[in-house]
């Protein structure tokens, strides 16, 4: 199709890593099929209403809007998510946090599960749907976000429980056996360094005072509370923040460990408070 030819020339010139693929992905979108029916229909004539909203979108992927945003949907681990601007887009750094968060959930008969700045429900929705036994909750700060990840739980059928609230305000005098935060961690000048793509997600899921450590003072200072005895903390942290953040916490009376992704970088940190002497 020479439309698919066109737009990804212009996503290229766009500066899009992969300006092809991307040209496939939204045309399938369009006409509701997979990318290799496109192969097999190569000499299809688009209708001008299909004409119309594949342009659309090759216009917004071009201004560098994020493809999620653009067909609405984003994988994580295995299943199909909703997503909007209302949410943070899901990456792949926060299915290794979930993966690690689920191996200390099944040491737990029943456990009390909380997501803290739950966003689009990713965390959350994957744990319950992985421990069926387990009584999950959400909370966020934002009532768009938690709207949709209400939808997200009710089309996979996951139970959870949200809360609108800042961090732990919504669950005061409540314990949990696991509590589990991707909070803000980009400092300013790190968002304002960041690729065109970043603009479009909402700056207060990503941007953070204090050089991006301002929500692991606070849960450094609070989450104790919220733990059961035995239970864990689990963090996603910035890439270069793995000693501050053993610092904040070791500080306020944690055990931590920080553990890398699967580039290598310091992506995930583990905390439990210290026993009393």
């Not at 959870?160 to 005061?172: K, Q, S, T, Y």
Request: net charge neutral.
């Amino acid at each position: 199709m020479a439309a698919l030819a066109r737009a990804a020339e212009r996503l290229a010139a766009a500066g899009t890593e992969t300006p092809r693929a991307e040209a496939d992905l939204l045309l399938a979108h369009v006409l509701g099929c997979g990318r290799d029916r496109l192969y097999m229909e190569r000499e299809r004539r688009l209708s001008p209403a299909e004409t119309a909203a594949f342009s659309a979108l090759v216009a917004r992927r071009a201004r560098r809007e994020p493809f999620a945003y653009l067909t609405g949907r984003r994988e994580f681990l295995g299943r199909d998510f909703v997503v909007s601007p209302a949410v943070l887009i899901p990456r792949p750094e926060t299915e290794e946090l979930a993966l690690a968060a689920l191996a200390d959930c099944r040491r737990y008969h029943r456990p009390r599960l909380l997501d803290l700045g739950t966003g689009s429900g990713v965390i959350a929705i994957s744990l319950k749907l992985a421990c069926p036994e387990a009584e999950a909750t959400g909370t966020d700060i934002s009532a768009p976000a938690l709207s949709l990840a209400a939808q997200n739980g009710a089309r996979l059928g996951a139970a959870v429980l949200w809360l609108e609230g800042d961090l732990l305000a919504p669950v005061a005098g409540e314990v949990f056996d696991l509590v589990i935060a991707n909070p803000p961690y980009l400092s300013a000048q790190e968002y304002a360094a960041s690729a065109p793509e970043l603009r479009y997600e909402p700056p207060a899921a990503l941007v953070a005072p204090g050089a991006g450590l301002e929500f692991y003072r606070r849960l450094a200072r609070t989450a104790a509370a919220a733990l059961a005895p035995n239970g864990v903390l689990w963090l996603e942290i910035g890439a270069t923040q793995g000693a501050a953040v053993r610092a904040l916490f070791t500080a306020a009376g944690w055990r931590i460990e920080i553990r890398r992704d699967l580039a290598g970088r310091d992506r995930l940190a583990r905390a439990v408070p210290a026993p009393p002497f």
